[in-house]
């Protein structure tokens, strides 16, 4: 072959190509037209109403829907509103997103019971977490910030609260002292994942350092955590402020399945392993005070159970497809 | 010895070698242009995919970031020890393009793959297979360019070659930023687009870039014979030596970013720094080494790595700091990646140099992983400044040995003598 020759094909290839790319690139944006469209009218707080994210395939894909709890297999109510992680409670709700980029970074979005977009927060890294406190007031969330750590293989936490009322932003819990297990601690390792808020001023919260991790119970007026009990991740608050129900590392991480969902009474401190025993990889919401609902992997990412939160019983599949609840 | 075609062209039309400037890039090779576009176009497939890759695997798949670490130390990890057999099987048979083409068509294959993988064993087969394709693919093409180039000119050989492919490094995540907000944050155009350049990259390999003949019958003795070769023995102990003690790319950023309080966010950055000097300076570095001898330049680029840590240590701040340490980051990069390769090429026999190549890269990653994994300790007890500072001692002391086991290989040898012909 000449060189001509060779020329010539590899510019009609790449044109080729490009046309092939370029031609997908818009066949998926046009697949996607704007997010956030308007969509069904969804109250927070309506009573009798699961709200989620809404893991199908198709175009409500990880839109905030609803579904009466009687039936939740029902056809989805679809908001519009995108969210990868969501919480509400008393009327405000927040919204983790994913905002397109090169690097991994999000958007924090406090709604209202209309979900009505307020105020938003800018920050670095992929949504994990988010909690809002019982009165709607203050808002926490934590994300995972990749570049951030030690060998570069492993993934670190950030942690921010918010007031949602003054708008006082605590970009990240680091900043808090620490009393581990009654007296000052500082490393440079620390990282917090999974709030949970007792009341406007109180929370629980993991904190993970040199390879344990601790219960630590803050307060957010002293800018203080302290160690409570090892070997919690990710603990959720009874509606009654007694018990936390949390992941509890059982087995090696290194087999993929290391986490017992597990409820600790926090006057006791004694723990109760629950029935499921699957290996569960979320922060629990209380449905009530009895039992709690999880996220499982399922065939679209996720699918929420629920389990008695006193050990008892047998895990229930609530829903397929869906992801953060509120009840 | 080796013509290349512009030097053929200059002796037939009588043009007097004067001209030194243009000389110094007429004596690489052709081959070694279309290797670098090869590399220049697949840098950016590959890039494009690890831009978004933890994105698309925890944000989009719903991985859970436990399961991303092992996903991410897979991929991390598979390279190596295919390099050795992808070196060793390109000089049995003198199929250098063959191998390396092997290699590029398997990460080419990786592309589409990973977008129908939806569970994560499925995920981490694919991007170990394009590990693999990476590790058999690289020794091939490092002994091509070697092969093609003239003794004298493997410096700028493999200036020009690095320069190139990072320019791929650098293009890929932005061509991955345009296609991810193109199409509303939707992956599959990202690995659709990347599939595209893989397939270009495989055709100019195919239409360009030309085999050697001859110099056969590698096998794992005669790769083995060369390793006890006092020269090549020599350089391999300096480079793991040096390997050892140099920090890791993602240590240096994180003390950067600790030391000017830098945003996550302009996180990654940093190593576009690193990149834009590399490739500002491979070149010239390449020819700097061709004529002033290639150890000096190889020491040298470790001299620079070590005024990173000075700098580090320094009490200067903000701007200043940043664009110094990844000024001279970026150099060191320039003066000893591509340049270790050029001072080894021609210590090796045509028939073992991919293989030889092989044994040296895979000596100085594990020598760097090693020190990775020290520096990693050391921070953790004594804290980042000790830790560096332990780090500068040593690999100022691993740059006086190198210095002495390589001066006395250029006194014996004629690394210049070769340079000048």
Redesign the interface.
Same mark, same amino acid.
């Given at each position: 072959?000449t060189l001509r020759t *060779?020329l010539l094909?590899?510019v009609g !290839? +790449?044109v080729l /190509? +490009?046309v !092939?790319?370029t031609g @997908? %690139? /818009?066949r998926?944006?046009a *697949?996607?037209p704007?997010?956030t469209g308007a969509g069904a009218r969804i109250v927070l707080g309506t009573p009798g109403q699961i709200v989620f994210r809404d893991m199908r395939m198709g175009p409500g894909k990880d839109h905030l829907a609803a579904v009466a709890s009687a039936s939740p297999g029902a056809p989805r109510a679809d908001s519009g509103l995108v969210c +990868?992680r969501f919480h509400a409670a008393a009327g405000t709700g927040l919204c983790l997103r =994913?905002r397109? #980029? /090169? %690097?991994?970074?999000y958007e924090a979005v406090v709604v209202d019971a209309a979900l009505r977009e307020h105020r938003s927060y800018d920050?670095? #890294?992929?949504?994990?977490r988010t909690r809002v406190s019982p009165s709607g007031r203050m808002a926490a969330w934590t994300v $995972?910030?990749?570049? &951030?750590s @030690? #060998?570069? %293989? =492993? $993934?670190s936490t *950030?942690t921010s609260i918010l007031d949602t009322r003054t708008g006082h932003l605590v970009p990240s819990l680091e900043q808090y002292r620490v009393i581990k297990d009654g007296a000052p601690y500082r490393s440079? &390792?620390i990282n917090f994942w999974g709030v949970t808020f007792a009341d406007d001023q109180h929370f629980y919260a993991t904190l993970a350092t040199r390879g344990k991790t601790w219960l630590v119970a803050g307060d957010t007026a002293k800018r203080q955590v302290r160690t409570l009990h090892q070997n919690v991740e990710c603990p959720s608050l009874s509606p009654d402020g007694t018990r936390v129900a949390y992941k509890k590392r059982v087995r090696s991480?290194a087999g993929?399945n290391?986490w017992r969902l597990t409820v600790l009474d926090l006057r006791t401190m004694r723990e109760t392993p629950l029935a499921e025993t699957r290996s569960v &990889?979320d922060q629990a919401v209380w449905v009530d005070g009895g039992q709690v609902a999880y996220s499982l992997?399922g065939d679209y990412?996720?699918d929420l159970w629920t389990v008695p939160a006193d050990g008892s019983g047998t895990p229930h599949r609530l829903m397929t497809a869906a992801l953060n609840p509120v009840f | 010895m080796y013509l290349s075609a512009g030097r053929v062209a200059d002796a037939a039309g009588g043009v007097a070698r004067r001209d030194a400037g243009r000389r110094a890039l007429r004596l690489v090779a052709p081959n070694v242009v279309a290797l670098g576009a090869v590399s220049l176009i697949t840098d950016v497939s590959a890039e494009m995919v690890t831009a978004v890759l933890p994105l698309y695997l925890v944000a989009g798949l719903g991985l859970s970031p436990l399961a991303f670490g092992f996903v991410d130390g897979l991929y991390g990890g598979a390279g190596a020890l295919v390099r050795l057999a992808g070196g060793h099987l390109a000089d049995r048979r003198a199929r250098h393009k063959l191998v390396a083409g092997a290699g590029y068509a398997l990460s080419a294959l990786a592309k589409p793959a990973l977008m129908a993988a939806g569970s994560v064993p499925a995920v981490a087969a694919v991007l170990v297979a394009d590990r693999v394709g990476k590790g058999v693919r690289t020794a091939p093409r490092d002994a091509l360019i070697s092969l093609s180039s003239p003794p004298g000119a493997q410096g700028r050989a493999f200036g020009l070659h690095r320069a190139m492919d990072t320019t791929g490094a650098l293009l890929g995540p932005l061509v991955a930023f345009a296609v991810l907000s193109a199409a509303h944050q939707d992956y599959d155009p990202v690995f659709v687009a990347s599939t595209c350049f893989a397939v270009l990259g495989l055709l100019v390999l195919w239409l360009f870039v030309r085999d050697r003949d001859g110099a056969a019958g590698g096998s794992v003795r005669a790769t083995l014979t060369v390793l006890r070769g006092a020269r090549f023995a020599r350089l391999c102990a300096s480079a793991a030596l040096l390997g050892v003690s140099t920090v890791s790319d993602s240590f240096v950023y994180l003390l950067l970013q600790r030391a000017v309080d830098l945003p996550v966010r302009y996180f990654p950055l940093l190593p576009v720094g690193t990149a834009a000097t590399y490739l500002l300076l491979a070149v010239p570095l390449g020819v700097v080494a061709d004529r002033a001898g290639r150890g000096r330049v190889f020491l040298a680029g470790h001299a620079f790595l070590l005024l990173v840590y000075g700098l580090l240590l320094s009490p200067l701040g903000g701007a200043a700091l940043v664009a110094g340490c990844l000024a001279l980051h970026g150099a060191f990069y320039a003066a000893t990646d591509g340049v270790l390769m050029a001072i080894a090429g021609p210590l090796l026999p045509e028939g073992t140099r991919a293989g030889g190549l092989a044994v040296l890269q895979t000596g100085q990653a594990l020598a760097r992983f090693g020190g990775s994994l020290a520096f990693g300790a050391a921070w953790t007890w004594w804290g980042p400044h000790t830790a560096l500072w332990a780090g500068a001692v040593s690999l100022a002391t691993a740059g006086a040995c190198a210095a002495a086991l390589l001066g006395a290989r250029r006194s014996a040898g004629p690394d210049r003598q070769e340079a000048e012909a």
């Amino acid at each position: 072959m000449t060189l001509r020759t *060779r020329l010539l094909i590899v510019v009609g !290839a +790449a044109v080729l /190509l +490009a046309v !092939a790319a370029t031609g @997908y %690139t /818009l066949r998926a944006a046009a *697949r996607h037209p704007a997010h956030t469209g308007a969509g069904a009218r969804i109250v927070l707080g309506t009573p009798g109403q699961i709200v989620f994210r809404d893991m199908r395939m198709g175009p409500g894909k990880d839109h905030l829907a609803a579904v009466a709890s009687a039936s939740p297999g029902a056809p989805r109510a679809d908001s519009g509103l995108v969210c +990868a992680r969501f919480h509400a409670a008393a009327g405000t709700g927040l919204c983790l997103r =994913n905002r397109p #980029g /090169l %690097t991994p970074s999000y958007e924090a979005v406090v709604v209202d019971a209309a979900l009505r977009e307020h105020r938003s927060y800018d920050g670095a #890294g992929i949504p994990s977490r988010t909690r809002v406190s019982p009165s709607g007031r203050m808002a926490a969330w934590t994300v $995972f910030v990749s570049g &951030d750590s @030690y #060998g570069g %293989t =492993n $993934f670190s936490t *950030r942690t921010s609260i918010l007031d949602t009322r003054t708008g006082h932003l605590v970009p990240s819990l680091e900043q808090y002292r620490v009393i581990k297990d009654g007296a000052p601690y500082r490393s440079a &390792d620390i990282n917090f994942w999974g709030v949970t808020f007792a009341d406007d001023q109180h929370f629980y919260a993991t904190l993970a350092t040199r390879g344990k991790t601790w219960l630590v119970a803050g307060d957010t007026a002293k800018r203080q955590v302290r160690t409570l009990h090892q070997n919690v991740e990710c603990p959720s608050l009874s509606p009654d402020g007694t018990r936390v129900a949390y992941k509890k590392r059982v087995r090696s991480a290194a087999g993929g399945n290391p986490w017992r969902l597990t409820v600790l009474d926090l006057r006791t401190m004694r723990e109760t392993p629950l029935a499921e025993t699957r290996s569960v &990889d979320d922060q629990a919401v209380w449905v009530d005070g009895g039992q709690v609902a999880y996220s499982l992997p399922g065939d679209y990412g996720s699918d929420l159970w629920t389990v008695p939160a006193d050990g008892s019983g047998t895990p229930h599949r609530l829903m397929t497809a869906a992801l953060n609840p509120v009840f | 010895m080796y013509l290349s075609a512009g030097r053929v062209a200059d002796a037939a039309g009588g043009v007097a070698r004067r001209d030194a400037g243009r000389r110094a890039l007429r004596l690489v090779a052709p081959n070694v242009v279309a290797l670098g576009a090869v590399s220049l176009i697949t840098d950016v497939s590959a890039e494009m995919v690890t831009a978004v890759l933890p994105l698309y695997l925890v944000a989009g798949l719903g991985l859970s970031p436990l399961a991303f670490g092992f996903v991410d130390g897979l991929y991390g990890g598979a390279g190596a020890l295919v390099r050795l057999a992808g070196g060793h099987l390109a000089d049995r048979r003198a199929r250098h393009k063959l191998v390396a083409g092997a290699g590029y068509a398997l990460s080419a294959l990786a592309k589409p793959a990973l977008m129908a993988a939806g569970s994560v064993p499925a995920v981490a087969a694919v991007l170990v297979a394009d590990r693999v394709g990476k590790g058999v693919r690289t020794a091939p093409r490092d002994a091509l360019i070697s092969l093609s180039s003239p003794p004298g000119a493997q410096g700028r050989a493999f200036g020009l070659h690095r320069a190139m492919d990072t320019t791929g490094a650098l293009l890929g995540p932005l061509v991955a930023f345009a296609v991810l907000s193109a199409a509303h944050q939707d992956y599959d155009p990202v690995f659709v687009a990347s599939t595209c350049f893989a397939v270009l990259g495989l055709l100019v390999l195919w239409l360009f870039v030309r085999d050697r003949d001859g110099a056969a019958g590698g096998s794992v003795r005669a790769t083995l014979t060369v390793l006890r070769g006092a020269r090549f023995a020599r350089l391999c102990a300096s480079a793991a030596l040096l390997g050892v003690s140099t920090v890791s790319d993602s240590f240096v950023y994180l003390l950067l970013q600790r030391a000017v309080d830098l945003p996550v966010r302009y996180f990654p950055l940093l190593p576009v720094g690193t990149a834009a000097t590399y490739l500002l300076l491979a070149v010239p570095l390449g020819v700097v080494a061709d004529r002033a001898g290639r150890g000096r330049v190889f020491l040298a680029g470790h001299a620079f790595l070590l005024l990173v840590y000075g700098l580090l240590l320094s009490p200067l701040g903000g701007a200043a700091l940043v664009a110094g340490c990844l000024a001279l980051h970026g150099a060191f990069y320039a003066a000893t990646d591509g340049v270790l390769m050029a001072i080894a090429g021609p210590l090796l026999p045509e028939g073992t140099r991919a293989g030889g190549l092989a044994v040296l890269q895979t000596g100085q990653a594990l020598a760097r992983f090693g020190g990775s994994l020290a520096f990693g300790a050391a921070w953790t007890w004594w804290g980042p400044h000790t830790a560096l500072w332990a780090g500068a001692v040593s690999l100022a002391t691993a740059g006086a040995c190198a210095a002495a086991l390589l001066g006395a290989r250029r006194s014996a040898g004629p690394d210049r003598q070769e340079a000048e012909a």
